[in-house]
């Protein structure tokens, strides 16, 4: 993918260019392995998965994932998601394939390698220098894998859960607008604790509940979309998102 920056900033393309390796050979993939981490992030104790990316540190001297498999198997299932989604509205090809892009491309690659590089320089302002030790930074890649945990929590909620609520979720009622946003607000918010777990696995990183601050605009917008649904102001963030796919 991009170079990855270790201690001392240095790029280091081994990780990378073995990374590019694996992804083209699914023998190569420990698929097991990343289910198992992917059943962790939706579980009560989704910071054991970072528990790997410290035993990696220091095995291997780099925090971010060489094995590929986290990322591809993601990527299966939001096509596999795009499929039912396009079924459901009755979509033509051409927009299969506008989902494709939206799910894939745009939701997931793009928007990740965008936060990714967005939150990599917010931790330079975290980041405690000790007088007698190796200036340290966080890698870009480790900075996409954050992402890549954080989004299947929120893949689970607004592509697998919210696929079965359609038929309430798209309603006109104050319930469906309620349960529409309570999925929106769970979804994000769970996205913002997953990457707040994986900066607060880096030891050189102090006040990294910053990544949790967005959680509170998330719900003061949760709570406008309510308030200001008796004064005919509907934002239904389902019957929104669903115009993506018209």
């Given at each position: 993918?991009?170079?990855?920056?270790?201690?001392?900033g240095?790029?280091?393309?081994?990780?990378?260019?073995?990374?590019?390796?694996?992804?083209?050979?699914?023998?190569?993939?420990?698929?097991?392995?990343?289910?198992d981490q992917m059943v962790t992030l939706c579980t009560l104790q989704p910071q054991r998965v970072y528990k790997t990316s410290y035993y990696r540190k220091k095995t291997k001297n780099h925090w971010a994932r060489d094995d590929p498999a986290f990322v591809v198997i993601q990527v299966f299932l939001l096509f596999v998601t795009s499929i039912c989604f396009s079924i459901a509205f009755q979509v033509t090809l051409l927009?299969?394939?506008m989902v494709l892009l939206h799910a894939i491309v745009i939701n997931y690659i793009l928007f990740g390698m965008l936060i990714a590089t967005v939150n990599r320089a917010v931790c330079g302002k975290l980041t405690v220098h000790h007088t007698h030790s190796v200036k340290q930074s966080v890698e870009w890649l480790y900075a996409f894998d954050i992402h890549c945990n954080a989004f299947f929590p929120m893949f689970m909620v607004l592509y697998v859960l919210q696929f079965f609520l359609l038929p309430v979720v798209l309603g006109k009622s104050f319930t469906a607008l309620l349960l529409a946003n309570v999925l929106y607000a769970t979804g994000f918010s769970w996205y913002c604790y997953i990457t707040h777990l994986g900066?607060?696995?880096?030891?050189?990183?102090?006040?990294?509940?910053?990544?949790?601050?967005?959680?509170?605009?998330?719900?003061?917008?949760?709570v406008l979309s309510l308030i200001g649904y008796p004064f005919g102001i509907v934002i239904n963030f389902s019957r929104f998102f669903a115009t993506l796919y018209n």
């Amino acid at each position: 993918m991009l170079p990855i920056v270790n201690i001392g900033g240095a790029s280091n393309s081994s990780p990378n260019s073995y990374f590019l390796r694996r992804i083209l050979d699914v023998n190569q993939m420990d698929l097991q392995s990343n289910f198992d981490q992917m059943v962790t992030l939706c579980t009560l104790q989704p910071q054991r998965v970072y528990k790997t990316s410290y035993y990696r540190k220091k095995t291997k001297n780099h925090w971010a994932r060489d094995d590929p498999a986290f990322v591809v198997i993601q990527v299966f299932l939001l096509f596999v998601t795009s499929i039912c989604f396009s079924i459901a509205f009755q979509v033509t090809l051409l927009g299969f394939l506008m989902v494709l892009l939206h799910a894939i491309v745009i939701n997931y690659i793009l928007f990740g390698m965008l936060i990714a590089t967005v939150n990599r320089a917010v931790c330079g302002k975290l980041t405690v220098h000790h007088t007698h030790s190796v200036k340290q930074s966080v890698e870009w890649l480790y900075a996409f894998d954050i992402h890549c945990n954080a989004f299947f929590p929120m893949f689970m909620v607004l592509y697998v859960l919210q696929f079965f609520l359609l038929p309430v979720v798209l309603g006109k009622s104050f319930t469906a607008l309620l349960l529409a946003n309570v999925l929106y607000a769970t979804g994000f918010s769970w996205y913002c604790y997953i990457t707040h777990l994986g900066y607060r696995a880096l030891p050189f990183l102090t006040n990294s509940e910053v990544f949790l601050y967005p959680i509170v605009v998330i719900l003061l917008c949760f709570v406008l979309s309510l308030i200001g649904y008796p004064f005919g102001i509907v934002i239904n963030f389902s019957r929104f998102f669903a115009t993506l796919y018209n």
